[in-house]
């Protein structure tokens, strides 16, 4: 996996962007500040008064909640920089490594998107359109995740009783955010913990023998 042709983590669906670009950004920024405050109960009307627009702008530049949200995720991706991050997972010597700068990549993105996260989660149940498009971002984070995986099968082999298809479904699963959630809140783990526990896991589990 080349550095030249890292796939894109997460895809989103977006419109051509509308109106003043400084507008758009301020609402937003105002959209990813509200967030941990108000959690799935953030509303449009929250959004523009904290942006200091009108309701009415928020309509015209996103469309609806959907739409802002969507916005949001690609926005906080570029704004976090996590095709850096994904690129340095690309560039990795092995494959091993490669799976090892993947967790560790969970490790250090997934508390900074989380707020995002969970409102997404719980909105997909309810809306057909983010649900389509929150499908097409995890597929997206999948296909990195094959690509690591595919690379390791390449190089050294996976162990007895794995396939491409059934390590990538494992190691996609495992580090979704509600796995990563459970481990660091409730059972406390520190992003080294998690690190270094899921990669040692990972490796015993599909890195064949020499």
């Known amino acids: 996996m ?38 799935p109960g953030v509303g449009l009307a929250d959004v523009a008064a904290r942006a200091g627009v009108s ?29 850096e991050l994904v690129t340095r997972v690309a560039e990795a010597p092995t494959g091993v490594e490669a799976l090892e700068r993947m967790i560790e990549l969970h490790a250090a ?28 971002r995890m597929n997206g984070r999948r296909t990195v995740h094959r690509a690591v995986i595919e690379r390791i099968a390449k190089e050294v082999g996976l162990a ?14 495992v580090t979704m955010p509600g796995p990563w959630r459970e481990l660091t809140d409730e059972c406390a783990w520190s992003a080294n913990q998690y690190s270094t526990r ?5 490796r015993r589990a599909f890195v064949a023998d020499p």
């Open 2 to 39: 080349s550095s030249e042709c890292v796939p894109k983590m997460y895809v989103v669906s977006s419109s051509e962007p509308y109106g003043d670009p400084g507008t758009r950004d301020r609402i937003l920024r105002a959209t990813w500040e509200l967030v941990p405050e108000l959690g």
């Open 55 to 83: 309701r009415q702008a928020v309509y015209l530049h996103f469309g609806d909640r959907a739409g802002l949200l969507l916005a949001l995720v690609a926005w906080a991706d570029e704004t976090l920089e996590l095709g």
């Open 109 to 136: 993105y997934a508390p900074r998107i989380d707020a995002v996260a969970r409102v997404l989660e719980v909105h997909q149940y309810h809306d057909p359109a983010l649900a389509a498009a929150w499908r097409d």
């Open 160 to 173: 007895t009783g794995w396939t491409v298809d059934s390590a990538t479904d494992l190691f996609y699963t």
């Open 198 to 202: 899921m990669s040692q896991l990972l």
